[in-house]
């Protein structure tokens, strides 16, 4: 039933403006992408270090060693651990000392080290950044500690039910998909990693071709080669250029949750997490868009009017008129061949099956009749300003860079994303929500279940 | 035991640069306060109105009613239901449809009903804000729904552990004072709240003399006072002036809080939460400084180096050298009349009393020897590199003006303010140390505390 799909992936070119814009990209002959984007104005730039790899290609080019899920995330902890001439003090000193906001974060499709920090303080983010990525010593006592650290994370992880239910409803909708599983492993598999696993991780994955540095604000595009050539100890004779060929991802693909089924729409599938606990957690949906598909624009605006605000369809329904919830909301989440759609709100146990009625009745009616003409406008207006206000700051700015060069390999100023918006039709809208309604649907609810009339079916 | 002190407060001259700078004061006959702060290059601004009546003032002017405990925040719910000309949904969809990032808080001190919004949109928010704070209808049906949002507020901080943690240390280190209340009240008095508490709530408290408007951002202070004015229906021919008298807070002090006690260190007192868990949430701390303590500069870098960063004594010593938590860090909390400092970490059970243990030695090294050279240097860049950082969001600054005006009455611009910092000398750190650890300790630990050595004690 599952089928890998023929590399490389058929990526649109490159949306980025490269001429005289303020978004530049250049390609190193390793294979190196930096990409920068200069806002005027800035005191201070948000940079970041992006592997473009993640939980979800784990063990795909290695075979079946359980100690090695949860080994990029792993990784990502022991970068900060030292290198030869750094050790994980003198890196943790170096960002505190300029008082940089800095983190790593592992995705399922990829990493990132980043950190923001004042102007002058750039060239020494990058440095530091640098070292940590290209040369870690992975040193065994502090893998061993650094054990100790993941294990408590994902127990910190257990004892937040909403956590819980996000990572359960992966699970859930993906199936055995390699995008299903939690990021950081279980307790199990990070009892059983060994350093060999990290490490044959660290150099198989971790070389130029997978690397995307990205920054924004207060940054000098041509500066910022020279740091980073000089960062990654890079010969200066090899020159930059400006490829517009995206780069594809070094990965195995598999489609079978790409396309929505169109099926009959049929009772939800239940499963059940039961804990003690005031709310159930609840998570409600289907497989949803990957992240290039066409819909998306649609998508974004259904998902907008259904539960996207204070005034969306889910929060009026589930929390104004009827006080059931503090929080409920829809969401899609996108990877490059798959993704989900999902509803989530927190109610009470005895509330739980009321609330999962009301929340596929709301779309269903989207899907039966569309929404309005104000809705239509609403969406839009929140969609224009939500993204003025996020682009703003130079982390979603930078973000953006680096997911567009990992991901779809587009990237849309504000007008014409806007204008993607506008171009969708009613029945784009009502369209995306019919598939969405008529496809199979999960329910995963996390809590004190014993109080609730839902069980767990399959 | 308990002395309230007299009114008022004993505020400093404000120290709001109003010379051509870019921090404007205007305060209206009325007693309303505006203050701006222009951002040269911004293309949006964050708005908020702000009362100052927070969850600590509940009560006081008449007497014990139980429903009144969480009346603030459930008032504060309320506002978002309608007003004569404007509908909850009119609220809700005004915000939504200019993609306005909004929302309200209720602080032990405070409540704040702010958006940030794209420049043109700044003019819609002033008017549906003004509009919420002065001419709530109260609605008596909205009151019931409302009272279930609520319910579910607290059901939702009750499932959060680390939220009860906070909570409970609050509790237990405050003791009977109103700062140690929890600002929402609970189940009981949210089930007994009749509408005519929190209508009386609002009619006693909410008056211009104790709101405070503020903006930073792309703002034009006189465009500003213009657009209130008209927004709350004042008189045009009233005019503001630039008094800069601070305006009293009306609140009863208690002081009993506000000076460390400086009693031999003893044990402990541990206050136990069973809740099954993964994690033990630990707070461990004691009183702390009032707002306007001078000894804050020296608090803010003994807490830097302590507890404020990645190469903090405690990250170090929990999570690095031993791999016993994932977050380990120190705070202050500082009030008009009293405060509180903690040490918090997240741990596995087994491990919870040596992280007790572990974090009061850190507080006692430092009590002991003061910090090294290097450290204090670190701090002040630390201190001077994030405070620069978090000055370029509009929202806090507009959050520290109103702060600032409901507060100690003290605004001081980046440079002034690392001025005080580096005034400090290694005594002055050494000594808030030495206060801290020699006061009487609390330990909180919520979480399964029977795989633990801890129990509480009285």
Redesign the interface.
């Given at each position: 039933m599952l089928e890998p799909i023929a590399l490389p992936l058929d990526l649109p070119e490159l949306a980025v403006d490269l001429s005289g814009g303020l978004v530049r990209r250049s390609v190193h002959p390793s294979g190196l992408r930096v990409l920068t984007e200069f806002m005027?104005?800035a005191?201070?730039a948000a940079i970041g270090f992006w592997v473009g790899v993640g939980s979800r290609d784990e063990q795909s080019e290695r075979g079946d060693a359980p100690g090695s899920l949860g080994s990029t995330h792993f990784l990502e902890h022991l970068l900060?651990k030292g290198t030869p001439t750094r050790d994980?003090?003198s890196i943790?000193?170096s960002?505190?000392?300029?008082?940089?906001?800095h983190n790593a974060l592992t995705a399922k499709e990829y990493t990132c080290y980043y950190a923001?920090?004042?102007d002058a303080?750039l060239e020494g983010a990058v440095t530091v950044l640098a070292d940590m990525v290209a040369n870690s010593v992975l040193d065994p006592e502090e893998f061993?500690?650094?054990?100790?650290?993941?294990?408590?994370?994902i127990?910190?992880a257990?004892?937040?039910?909403t956590d819980v239910a996000n990572e359960r409803f992966f699970e859930e909708v993906m199936g055995d998909h390699p995008l299903g599983r939690p990021i950081g492993g279980s307790p199990e598999t990070i009892n059983q990693a060994q350093r060999g696993d990290v490490d044959r991780h660290y150099r198989d994955q971790y070389d130029p071709s997978t690397l995307v540095v990205t920054a924004a604000g207060a940054v000098d595009h041509d500066k910022l080669l020279e740091q980073v050539l000089t960062a990654l100890n890079f010969s200066p004779e090899e020159r930059w250029h400006t490829d517009r060929t995206a780069t594809p991802v070094r990965r195995e693909l598999r489609t079978d949750l790409t396309a929505i089924p169109h099926r009959d729409s049929e009772a939800a599938r239940v499963a059940v997490t039961e804990?003690?606990?005031?709310?159930i957690n609840l998570m409600i949906g289907t497989p949803g868009l990957r992240s290039g598909d066409p819909r998306r624009f649609a998508f974004g605006i259904m998902n907008a009017v259904l539960g996207?605000?204070?005034?969306?369809r889910l929060?009026?329904e589930i929390?104004?008129?009827?006080?059931?919830?503090?929080?409920a909301y829809s969401f899609g989440a996108s990877y490059s061949d798959a993704g989900l759609f999902g509803m989530y709100a927190?109610?009470?146990p005895e509330k739980a099956a009321e609330v999962v009625e009301l929340s596929r009745i709301e779309l269903q009616k989207i899907a039966d009749s569309g929404i309005t003409e104000e809705e239509h406008?609403?969406a839009l207006?929140?969609?224009?300003?939500?993204?003025?206000?996020a682009l703003?700051d130079s982390d979603t700015r930078m973000g953006r860079l680096a997911r567009s060069e990992l991901g779809s390999g587009e990237l849309f100023d504000l007008d014409t994303s806007l204008e993607r918006f506008r171009a969708v039709t009613a029945e784009d809208i009502r369209s995306i929500a019919a598939e969405l309604a008529a496809a199979p649907t999960t329910v995963v609810a996390v809590?004190d279940t014993s109080r609730s009339t839902l069980s767990a079916t399959e």
């Open positions: 005027p104005g005191r201070s900060f994980a003090y943790a000193t960002f505190d000392r300029i008082g940089a906001e923001k920090v004042r303080d061993e500690n650094e054990r100790g650290v993941i294990l408590e994370e127990a910190m257990a004892d937040d039910l804990r003690p606990s005031e709310q996207g605000g204070m005034s969306s929060f009026q929390r104004e008129k009827r006080g059931l919830a503090y929080t927190g109610t009470a406008e609403r207006g929140q969609i224009a300003g939500s993204t003025a206000l703003e809590g």
